[in-house]
């Protein structure tokens, strides 16, 4: 099933706090969301696959995002969506 919107997060610095409360705050509003993926070999092709039928990403930008390599390569697909097909991109920073 397609997913309306794709949640893009650190895992490490964010999925027991903030991005668990804004994952059910989304989910609440009745929207299909991509939020996380079980480790696997292709793990890389599968979040492309997710993010390119979204219509929407949120980026949830803690700290430590810009140091994961699976993060970066999120952002590069969220960007040629946005810039192929329109994708509405949400960022959201959190400093702590």
Do not use: Y
């Amino acid at each position: 099933m397609k997913h309306q919107v794709f949640l893009s997060f650190r895992g490490e610095d964010t999925r027991l706090n903030s991005t668990s409360h804004l994952l059910k705050a989304v989910n609440d509003t009745g929207m299909n969301v991509f939020d996380t993926l079980e480790n696997g070999d292709q793990l890389s092709l599968a979040l492309s696959q997710a993010i390119a039928p979204s219509n929407l990403s949120i980026i949830v930008l803690s700290v430590n995002h810009a140091s994961s390599k699976s993060c970066l390569a999120e952002l590069s697909d969220i960007k040629r969506s946005k810039d192929t097909q329109g994708h509405i991109v949400l960022p959201i920073f959190l400093s702590c």
